[in-house]
DNA sequence: GTTTTGGATATTGTATATAATATACGGATG
DNA sequence: CATCCGTATATTATATACAATATCCAAAAC
């Protein structure tokens, strides 16, 4: 097994999809905008058939939205999605957080501690805001995987995407959040390394639904500046 | 509009994954059976592309299992799995009904009674199981639109349906349960009726736990029988 | 002037054909 | 006898071709 060897296990749909979905996590894909097969299969030099179960697959992530015969969009959350998604978020992980905690080893306390320090790493570094999520994700994922809660984890995965693509919006901005949330893990794993379970489910609730709120206020006070997160108006901008 | 106009707009291929997904979910096809995409395009007259479409939205909704390559397969719910899958439900549900409550109003509550009451007509003409999910999922659906939670519902309705499943399967056999739920439902809308939050959440969190636990047994014993839902063991019948 | 209607164009949906990958089997080799 | 390897077969994955549907625009009708 040679060590660079990365051969191509993955479909080309699966492939389309990953870089579809990190293009409309990092915003090169708008919310609302169509997304055109035939334009996307030469663009990356496939047929439409990847091209369409890359869609497929983006649609059950919530990440686009299609309406037969005319297309897909990338999906457009209001403010009310986007509140709703950072409370199922807190509903969920405080109920994985609390199951996990009786099982969780010093091992996963470990990795937690490391990840926390790569945000540390990464924020003197001033390294891109791309992998935000994905460390976000890697960091939450650790602490709730001894919960052994496979189908809760898919689905909170799909829900940390979707809150993906409003938080990179606000950390590009508003660095106070990101301190803030840097933080807030670090007590979240100390309290969990003293399996506090209360105060530590009690915190990550808060945690979440701060950040809920502060990505709210930024995006209305953005809303009411002129572009951004379609406050329910109904453009029609998603078909030429 | 003619009233009899029944236009297909829908696709073939979310036609098909209708078709599909009832034939998984009255056991038609048997957890873990592989799914040849050639045989299903010929016997329902149609091409693998949207059989294969359809395999990939039934994928979103975790009725199948693909492996690159190999195929799909009708997924296989382990015991764990299926408690995860009620102990998901109760959390959601709960926090559905909480919202929803105060904003319920009495049409809600009078189309909820609606349903009980065909409820219980099925019964009394021995009607087939078939709908026992349908009508099920109507009932807690009513009771929870008011709260306005259109992401949480999605995720809620795949659950209930990978639980419909197994449900079904209790169904045929266990008469006590079905008259159980059915109880439950009347007192459940009941107390909705007389805006009683406490009590109300506190039976349905009861009514889908105690759903759980009867499922969880009848599995067991089953299992223990000799055939049924794969206990852990590794079986490899999924592919010829 | 407004509405309607027809067809031209763009785009999606499905069928057929080809390529890639996995599985099964049998024979060669030690 | 066990193991390895190559080939035949089955099945999936993708490309290309065709059909169905939607959108747009201009001309006709009122």
């Not at 058939?49 to 015969?69: C, D, K, N, S, W």
């Not at 990795?111 to 790493?121: G, L, Q, R, Y």
């Not at 809150?163 to 919006?169: E, F, H, K, T, V």
């Not at 100390?190 to 489910?201: I, K, N």
């Amino acid at each position: 097994m040679s060590p660079s060897a990365n051969f191509k296990r993955q479909t080309v749909a699966a492939t389309l999809a990953d870089a579809l979905r990190e293009r409309i996590l990092n915003q090169e894909l708008e919310e609302g905008s169509a997304l055109r097969q035939d334009a996307l299969a030469s663009e990356f030099g496939v047929s439409r058939i990847p091209v369409r179960e890359a869609l497929l697959q983006l649609e059950g992530e919530g990440l686009v939205v299609q309406v037969a015969h005319k297309g897909y969009t990338v999906s457009v959350l209001s403010c009310d999605d986007i509140r709703e998604l950072f409370d199922l978020r807190a509903l969920l992980e405080v109920d994985l957080l609390r199951r996990a905690l009786p099982r969780m080893t010093d091992e996963v306390i470990a990795k937690a501690w490391s990840i926390v320090e790569t945000f540390d790493d990464r924020l003197k570094h001033k390294a891109e805001e791309v992998n935000w999520g994905v460390l976000n994700w890697q960091l939450h994922s650790t602490l709730y995987a001894p919960a052994g809660r496979e189908q809760t984890m898919r689905m909170l995965q799909s829900l940390h995407r979707s809150a993906d693509r409003y938080l990179r919006m606000q950390l590009k901005i508003a660095q106070r959040s990101n301190d803030r949330a840097r933080s807030e893990h670090a007590r979240l794993v100390a309290l969990c390394e003293q399996r506090d379970g209360v105060e530590a489910t009690r915190l990550l609730n808060e945690h979440i639904l701060t950040a809920r709120d502060e990505l709210l206020d930024f995006l209305i006070t953005r809303t009411n500046g002129s572009n951004g997160v379609d406050d329910k108006s109904k453009d029609d901008r998603q078909f030429r």
